[in-house]
């Protein structure tokens, strides 16, 4: 099984299974879309599957065999080159000049043929296909089918006689993907609904609520944000990008009434020092209920990160209640930061950062599997189980001419789905940091509490 799980995944890989809502060619309205097509491209994948087909046959006693045109003819091609069993080829529609031949290769009458397929839906067009083989004076007792979509078409080939050998259902694809997170619960209820013959519900379901993600995080550091965010009706993170303990103190009185956590980049305080900076920090955070959040970006082995999240003059494990990482280091980086809740750098909002689709691909599986992730930094939805955090918000402005670039409270919840909203220069460089951190709590609480209201 781990062996077929893992040469799936590898299937996936090229595009063969996309999730959302297709209309078939019978008209009806599927969560899901098969094309194999791409496999035969990739002469590695073919030879695997070819073997893996030939396994599910109890023995190889065919005289000839025959893919269903076009998607399975590659495949049929590469089963015979795999098991020296001669291929014949059967045409779409019969040559309508010369030999009007439907059936190309050699072959006698009375052989057997194995018939190869690479998606079995209802089975109608297999059973339109099969006594065109017949005719030949060819017989089918056998198919070998790649993915099974489970509307009947197996069920009924047996019920004709027919022996099918599927490699992978529907279902089961369905569980190796939510296995390896690529598939989320609504989406395996969705298809399961599906194959049950329900009628399905596309409409994209409103965003969950605060309290269903409390229930659902297992974080404590998760769940104390999102305490906190229920208790202030406010999803905001002040950034505290100040360069003086004095700043840093004040900007958190000032703000802390409004905020959720307040973050900060420690290593740009200049007259740092543990007890005067962090120790009244944490006092003041207490105060007025926030969390601290460093965002000190790891970027490097476990072993360094450990330290440099442990040592140092900043000692961050001792009073960060959320912490920033890349993830480029790979999943056991994350492993040492015990005490803090890990955000993931999913995607940057600077201009021209690298991470692009692929990389947020990969370092979403990462911040999905790793136990110290609650959440990712990234400028495009990421799935419900990990909580978002937007930077790049400000009222005013839509860039800083270095680089960031901003959208508003209403874009990150409405677009993005984010659940918390990061404020930097748009409160500590205001006139009065107390009234704009007000005004951006408002505002993304709204932007919040609209976002639940869509249908
Ligand atoms: P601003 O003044 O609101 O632009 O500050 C944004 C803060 O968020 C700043 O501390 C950045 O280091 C931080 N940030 C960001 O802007 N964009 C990102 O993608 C990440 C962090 Br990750």
């Known amino acids: 099984m781990e062996n077929k799980k893992a040469f799936f995944l590898e299937c996936y890989k090229h595009g063969i299974i996309k999730f959302g809502k297709f209309t078939l060619k019978s008209g009806i309205e599927s969560p899901f879309y098969v094309d194999l097509r791409p496999l035969a491209s990739d002469p590695k994948i073919l030879k695997q599957l070819a073997h893996h087909l030939l396994n599910l046959l109890p023995d190889r006693n065919f005289d000839l065999i025959c893919g269903v045109p076009y998607a399975a003819l590659p495949m049929a091609t590469a089963i015979s080159l795999e098991s020296q069993i001669p291929l014949i080829i059967k045409r779409k529609e019969a040559k309508t000049y010369g030999t009007k031949k439907l059936i190309e290769g050699v072959f006698q009458k009375g052989q057997s043929c194995l018939l190869v397929e690479d998606v079995i839906t209802s089975g109608k ?45 529907i279902s089961e694809v369905c569980t190796i993907l939510r296995e390896e997170n690529l598939l989320d619960d609504k989406q395996v209820q969705r298809i399961n609904a599906f194959l049950e013959g329900n009628p399905i519900q596309f409409d994209t379901p409103s965003r969950l609520s605060y309290e269903q993600k409390r229930e659902r995080q297992n974080h404590s550091a998760a769940k104390k944000l999102l ?15 100040v360069i003086t303990t004095k700043e840093l103190h004040e900007l958190a009185e000032n703000v802390g009434p409004h905020i959720v956590a307040l973050k900060t980049h420690i290593d740009i305080i200049t007259d740092f020092d543990y007890d005067k900076t962090i120790l009244p920090l944490i006092d003041i955070a207490q105060k007025h209920n926030f969390l601290l959040m460093e965002d000190r970006k790891f970027a490097d082995i476990g072993n360094t990160q450990e330290l440099q999240y442990s040592y140092g003059i900043y000692r961050i494990s001792a009073w960060a209640d959320l912490i920033t ?21 999913v995607g940057m909002s600077s201009k021209g950062a690298l991470t692009d689709a692929n990389y947020r691909e990969e370092a979403l599986k990462i911040a999905l599997s790793h136990p110290n992730v ?36 209403q874009h990150a919840f409405k677009n993005l789905q984010t659940d918390f909203i990061i404020v930097g220069r748009g409160i500590y460089k205001a006139d009065q940091p107390e009234k704009a951190a007000l005004d951006y709590k408002i505002a993304g609480w709204q932007a919040y509490t609209d976002a639940l209201k869509k249908p």
Do not use: C, M, W
């Open 374 to 409: 609650i959440g990712g930094v990234a400028q495009n939805p990421i799935p419900e189980e990990l909580l978002l955090f937007t930077p790049g918000i400000n009222l005013e402005t839509s860039g800083d001419g270095k680089g960031q670039q901003y959208s508003t409270p």
């Open 325 to 345: 990482s890349q993830v480029i280091g790979g999943s056991p980086s994350l492993d040492f930061f015990h005490n803090s809740g890990v955000i993931a750098i």
């Open 125 to 169: 067009s297999l059973l339109e296909t099969i006594p065109e083989i017949e005719n030949e004076g060819l017989s089918v007792a056998d198919i070998l089918i790649v993915l099974d979509r489970q509307q009947g078409g197996t069920a009924l080939l047996e019920s004709k006689g027919f022996r099918v050998h599927t490699l992978f259902t």
């Open 227 to 241: 305490e906190i965010a229920l208790d202030k009706k406010s999803n905001l993170i002040a950034s505290a990008d």
